[in-house]
């Protein structure tokens, strides 16, 4: 029962998430309009909120024990709640029950977002700039004729696509551009369908219930 | 033996430090440069370019602060493009995180028209010339939604307005009103306009995306599925490069003057990997 | 030069400085910037969780008398079992429900997109000769592509070894694969740099004025 309910509830909605596509019918389209409107989007919302409570619970956790870096966990369980506190009651716009300026020093949502998590989410991604040049430099070597193959088609797409391959040679954007159109998407497409196939394999497995990882441990 | 040895063991912080250098100092002495474009960006330019009056162009923007500086260039340009064309613009995001940047991106390109603007007529209007949407989770909400009805999915828009009262969204009810649906993302969400919109409803995609995921696109760009292709930085520029070349907007090009800093910054990664290999070579025969 | 006088962009330049100073090494400045980060973009995820979706789809319309949605808010609410040892199997439902109409929902639109309009854009046809816009070049390279990608599928086939003909097709495919990977680290590279020129330019420009 505890196993057996949700896989037969996996199932229908397996089925019934399939139906729409062959039948237009008034019925199905309404019901699969309320599964995707309502239903979903309700509990799409309460997975956040669960996704949440188990980051906040990790953090408050490792403050009790004094765990490694556990003040750090201060200051993020800080910004988490002032930032939404300043959202909640802030309003989107920032005009909320809370006021959110203070002479001309704007901190709205979306001042935070832009001045804060931008920064920091694109300066997370920027350090890869470093560790791809450092890794390229340590760890490409053309050892044998598959890596050669593939060290020559990086240099001459990476030259190739900007101006300075147009320089060197007419030619040589168009070369570029003919590697990105032909083997690029003969390799691609084959590694594609093999994804594509496994993919649907797995698909079907979920909904026959014979892969059920998904349910997890337990009873 | 000791040359060897240094070759292959320069230490991980001068990489660093010469690689900042060679993408700071272009920056400060620019160098300008002619962009040739290329036929994916071409298609997209046209195909947003001949959208009909009676239909509408919806951009997805998706992309994350990580992503922002290969992809804002393309969204800013795609947006310059439809308003300078009058075309009806549907903004929305599919996950949470790209709703500030998309809000910043109009709010920068939509002044930038209405100063110059002499009349109502000529003004971009919120309501009348194009609609944020916002966000309704979960993605396959407003991809399935929107073949219905797109102001049943996003009953309210980003600023709270209730959609069915906005003038634009009396006449662009669902995607036969939308002639091209443009996708900025760096994830896999433009296959997913590609598997639902496009094959239950018909509606034409395009993508913009990061360098990274150029190669999980381009075979459906063969294949027809895809109305055009930006990658990355360089068909952001490309983009640029159309706007001033057939529309003659004359306007900062973010996207291009970035290109010295990438030409540098490949050659210095590209004489890494030589020397890098020269010094494997060398202890190799050495043994 | 000519130094910001937004506090805001102050601020952005400093915690992004933290950020880079990973490069040297593992710091306290670098941690403080990170947990920052994750707080505040769950935050931003609340509050338009709540402004957008919980608010406006589910309380406003149960509150007005739109009861079908009690449904759902206890099917939603039944991912917080997890927590009760006694009644955690209750939180298969919800995941169940949601795993089994995104998988129903993938299949037909995954063998539309991914199958069968990929092998219609593989197989040699006029239209896909003409797809190149290469005149009679156009069947070379649909025939190179066509047996670029029946190779490259040949390397994956594991079931057999690979001898005789299937060792040529795999070699072959392995080639095409080869040179596709090249291409996308080439790609990749400038992907990577372009990351890092966003945030000199910020750096540069923005907060030290040096460059316009």
């Not at chain 1, 979903?40 to 997975?47: D, E």
């Not at chain 1, 802030?90 to 979306?110: A, E, N, V």
């Not at chain 2, 613009?89 to 100063?115: H, K, M, R, T």
Request: hydrophobic share 50%; proline share 5%; charged share 15%.
């Amino acid at each position: 029962m505890k196993r057996t309910f949700p896989l037969i509830l996996l199932m229908l909605f397996g089925v019934f998430g399939i139906l729409p596509s062959f039948l237009p019918h008034p019925v199905i389209q309404g019901a699969d309009e309320f599964v995707r409107n309502d239903l979903l989007r309700i509990i799409t919302a309460f997975a956040l909120v669960l996704g949440l409570g188990s980051l906040l619970r990790l953090h408050f956790e490792k403050i009790k024990r004094h765990a490694e870096n556990w003040p750090y966990s201060w200051i993020l369980v800080i910004t988490f709640f002032i930032t939404s506190i300043i959202g909640l009651f802030g309003g989107i716009s920032g005009h909320g029950i809370l006021p959110t300026r203070i002479g001309s020093f704007p901190f709205d949502i979306q001042t935070l977002y832009l001045r804060i998590e931008v920064p920091l989410g694109a300066t997370m991604f920027a350090l890869l700039a470093f560790f791809m040049a450092s890794a390229s430099y340590r760890a490409f070597r053309a050892r044998s004729t598959e890596a050669t193959l593939l060290l020559s088609a990086a240099f001459v797409v990476m030259i190739g696509i900007l101006p300075l391959g147009d320089r060197i040679s007419h030619r040589l954007p168009a070369f570029a551009q003919w590697i990105m159109d032909l083997p690029l998407v003969a390799g691609q497409r084959g590694i594609g369908f093999g994804i594509a196939l496994g993919g649907l394999a797995t698909e079907l497995k979920i909904i026959l219930g014979i892969e059920r990882s998904w349910l997890g441990g337990g009873e | 033996m000791k040359f060897i040895e240094r070759l292959t063991a320069i230490d991980r912080r001068i990489i660093y430090l010469l690689l900042a250098l060679v993408t700071i100092l272009p920056m400060l002495f620019p160098i300008a440069q002619k962009v040739r474009v290329m036929s994916p960006v071409e298609k997209c330019f046209n195909a947003l370019d001949t959208i009909r009056a009676d239909k509408a162009l919806i951009i997805d923007f998706d992309y994350t602060p990580q992503d922002m500086p290969e992809l804002e260039p393309m969204g800013l340009a795609m947006l310059r493009h439809a308003f300078t064309r009058r075309i009806k613009v549907l903004v929305l995001c599919l996950y949470v995180q790209p709703l500030g940047l998309a809000q910043a991106a109009l709010d920068q390109i939509v002044p930038e028209f209405n100063n110059r603007a002499q009349s109502n007529a000529d003004s971009i209007i919120y309501g009348r010339d194009y609609v944020f949407l916002g966000w309704q989770p979960p993605p396959l909400i407003p991809i399935l939604g929107m073949g219905e009805s797109i102001t049943n999915v996003f009953k309210r828009d980003y600023y709270g307005n209730q959609t069915d009262t906005l003038f634009l969204m009396k006449t662009i009810k669902n995607y036969g009103n939308v002639e091209l649906l443009i996708s900025l993302s760096a994830g896999s969400i433009p296959l997913s306009w590609v598997a639902y919109a496009q094959n239950r409803f018909g509606v034409k995609i395009a993508t913009g995306c990061t360098s990274v995921s150029a190669g999980d696109f381009y075979p459906y760009l063969q294949s027809g599925q895809f109305s055009g292709l930006i990658v990355g930085m360089k068909g952001a520029a490309e983009y640029e490069e159309l706007l001033a070349r057939k529309l003659n907007f004359q306007t900062r090009r973010k996207a291009g003057e970035s290109l010295s800093s990438i030409t540098f910054a490949h050659l210095t990664i590209m004489l890494f990997i030589i020397i890098g290999n020269i010094g494997f070579f060398m202890k190799r025969r050495k043994k | 030069m000519n130094l910001a006088h937004d506090p805001w962009i102050w601020i952005g330049a400093l915690l992004t400085l933290a950020i880079f100073s990973f490069l040297y090494r593992d710091n306290p400045f670098y941690k403080t910037a990170e947990h920052i980060f994750v707080g505040v973009s769950n935050g931003y995820a609340v509050t338009f969780y709540w402004h957008n979706i919980l608010v406006p789809v589910l309380f406003n319309p149960l509150f007005r008398g739109r009861l079908i949605l009690i449904i759902p808010l206890i099917i939603g609410a039944l991912y917080f079992t997890r927590f009760i040892p006694k009644v955690s199997w209750l939180v298969r439902i919800p995941i169940g429900i949601t795993i089994g109409y995104y998988t129903g929902v993938s299949i037909p639109a995954g063998i539309e997109a991914s199958i069968i309009k990929q092998v219609q854009g593989t197989i040699l046809s006029p239209a896909n000769f003409r797809a190149w816009h290469a005149g009679s070049w156009g069947i070379l390279w649909s025939v190179i592509l066509f047996i670029g990608v029946l190779c490259v599928v040949s390397y994956f086939y594991f079931s057999r070894e690979h001898k005789g003909v299937l060792k040529v097709t795999s070699r072959i495919g392995i080639v095409f694969i080869m040179i596709g990977f090249g291409a996308a680290f080439g790609y990749t590279v400038m992907g990577r740099i372009s990351l890092l020129i966003g945030r000199l330019q910020y750096l540069f420009g923005n907060w030290l004025g040096v460059i316009k």
